[in-house]
C-alpha cells in the first residue's frame, strides 16, 4: 500500500496519474466499494479523509473498516487530504473526526511501502 497526503487542491490525484498512468488506475472517490473482479488495474481510493468522516457519521468503524481494505486490497494506492493543521474546530464532532482520521493515517503510514507528501503538484517521499 501507498500513502499519498497533502493539503486540499494539491494535485494529489494528478500526481498519482503520473505515476501510474491514469488509464491504469480505478479510482474510488470518497467511498469503499464491492471488491472489484480481478484486473491489473491499481487501486486508487481518493478523499480517505471523506470516506472517514462519512463511516464515523453513520455510525460505523473506520478503524476496523480500514483493516478489513488493507486485507483486501493490500497494494492499493490512498490519497488523503491533511486535515490536522489549523485552527481547532468548536464542534466537538469535527474534532473527533480530526483526530480519528489522523489516528488512522499514522497507522497508515507505519504499513505504507511509501508515503508522499503532494504540494503545487509536486511529490515529496517522507517513507
Not at 494506492?77 to 464532532?93: K, L, Q, T
Request: proline share 3%; aromatic share 8%.
Amino acid at each position: 500500500m501507498k500513502l499519498v497526503i497533502g493539503g486540499y487542491a494539491q494535485g494529489k490525484l494528478e500526481f498519482v496519474f503520473r505515476q501510474y498512468g491514469k488509464e491504469n488506475c480505478r479510482v474510488w472517490d470518497g467511498e469503499l466499494q464491492e471488491k472489484p473482479e480481478a484486473g491489473t488495474k491499481t487501486l486508487v481510493i481518493d478523499h480517505f479523509h471523506g470516506w472517514v468522516k462519512r463511516s464515523i457519521l453513520r455510525g460505523g468503524c473506520p478503524e476496523a473498516e480500514t483493516d478489513i481494505l488493507l486485507k483486501d486490497f493490500p497494494d492499493c494506492v490512498i490519497i488523503s487530504d491533511e486535515i490536522g493543521n489549523g485552527i481547532v474546530p468548536a464542534e466537538v464532532f469535527e474534532r473527533e473526526y480530526r483526530e480519528r482520521t489522523g489516528r488512522i493515517l499514522v497507522k497508515l503510514a507505519k504499513e505504507a511501502e511509501e508515503v508522499v507528501r503532494v504540494i503545487c503538484g509536486i511529490g515529496q517521499r517522507i517513507k
